[in-house]
């Protein structure tokens, strides 16, 4: 993505998500943040994990086929995912673009922010942050809280 990074000064960040104009709407394969991260559940980083709300919404607006469904190797869990191609990227990804936008997953509508467990909130480099564009941060609050609900879904995933 190149040297697109998060900058906050004075209560603005240099962000503004570019949505469907993003010529990379969808990311496509993630790789993770680090290559020193191993998840326990051997996942992929690229899956795209699916919350309840997500669930219901893709099947709701006719687009079940294109969920799967994993189990945990630490507790045996059942989840849902986003179904993936060979390559790692989201069989909605058509044509270099997320078919599915208005109804993508919490995990999509967070990036690029998520929650680390020893610095808080971060942000993954994305074309959406330039040192041209300077917005309030409570813009991107909408963002940040689903980043916060994926944290979440992970906290209850984990509990016994």
Known sequence: MGNNKMKIKDGKVNFRCKTSSCQHSCCGPFSGVSTELTNIDERPFDEIVLTTDDYNNLVENGYGHLIEKGVSKVNGKEYFKMALFEDGSCKAFKDGK????????TLCKAFPFYFDMFSGLCAIDCEGFSDDT???????QPMIDRAKKMYQFWIDFYNN
Do not use: E, L, T
């Open 98 to 105: 997320c078919s599915i936008y208005k109804n993508s997953p």
């Open 134 to 140: 300077w917005v309030d941060i409570a813009s991107v």
